[in-house]
């Protein structure tokens, strides 16, 4: 099993490109996650889904969409790139519910908005 | 929402060692603390956690304690290994998702 998949590793932005990003389990997990890890900040949670075709807020989910079209897949889009969105995005899934289930993450993807 | 507050945000020790990071949270309805730890270049990876009906609990040379009256946990690492060096979250869940703490960066010098 490969576990948790993010396409692309790393990827260079110019302000107001848009770009998605790709994240892929191979474990049947219904929970799904996108954090965004910044220096001295931190994990925070952007979006995440419970479920194929269902998605929630995070704590930052300002300039970002998602979508949960297959349950293996979760894509995070970013519509205008700003250079505050410069940050190491990562993905997580689980089996179920945060209070129950360890998260497993990707090896994240290095985006840069200059 | 929860708060979740990490301290130190560096650490440095000896090799053989004991090493404690500690974390305080906000929201009394939490319920589940996982640490997590994260090595160069890696997503964060599950090594310990603990959940609110217990206060303590230990796996090999990692321990982690609870005391739900304070809102305070910790996670305790004896006899500290080169390959413990990695940055450090603490985290804390009352349903569907996880609050983490900003982080501790720990390095264990030979």
């Known amino acids: 099993n490969a576990g948790v998949t993010q396409t692309p590793k790393f990827r260079v932005l110019k302000t107001g490109q848009s770009m998605t990003l790709l994240c892929a389990q191979d474990m049947n997990h219904e929970y799904m996650y996108w954090y965004r890890q910044d220096p001295g900040m931190g994990l925070r949670l952007i979006h995440y889904?419970?479920?194929?075709?269902?998605?929630a807020k995070g704590e930052v989910p300002d300039g970002y969409n998602v979508s949960r079209l297959k349950k293996q897949n979760f894509l995070l889009g970013l519509e205008s790139a700003a250079p505050s969105q410069t940050s190491v995005y990562f993905c997580?899934?689980?089996?179920?519910?945060?209070?129950?289930?360890?998260?497993?993450f990707g090896p994240g993807t290095r985006l840069t908005v200059t | 929402g929860e708060n979740v507050e990490q301290h130190p945000s560096t650490l440095s020790v000896q090799e053989g060692d004991s090493a404690v990071i500690k974390c305080t949270y906000s929201?009394?309805?939490?319920?589940?603390f996982p640490w997590y730890k994260q090595e160069l270049g890696k997503g964060p990876q599950l090594i310990i956690d603990?959940?609110?009906?217990?206060g303590e609990k230990k796996d090999q040379r990692i321990a982690v304690t609870l005391n739900k009256t304070a809102k305070h946990f910790s996670l305790h690492i004896t006899e500290t290994q080169p390959e413990d060096s990695a940055v450090y979250f603490c985290?804390?869940?009352?349903?569907?998702?996880?609050?983490f703490g900003k982080g501790t960066m720990l390095l264990v010098s030979p």
């Open positions: 985290a804390a869940s009352e349903y569907s998702t996880l609050t």
């Open positions: 603990i959940r609110s009906n217990v």
């Open positions: 929201d009394s309805a939490s319920n589940y």
């Open positions: 997580a899934s689980s089996r179920g519910l945060a209070l129950s289930y360890e998260q497993y």
């Open positions: 889904s419970v479920g194929e075709g269902t998605t």
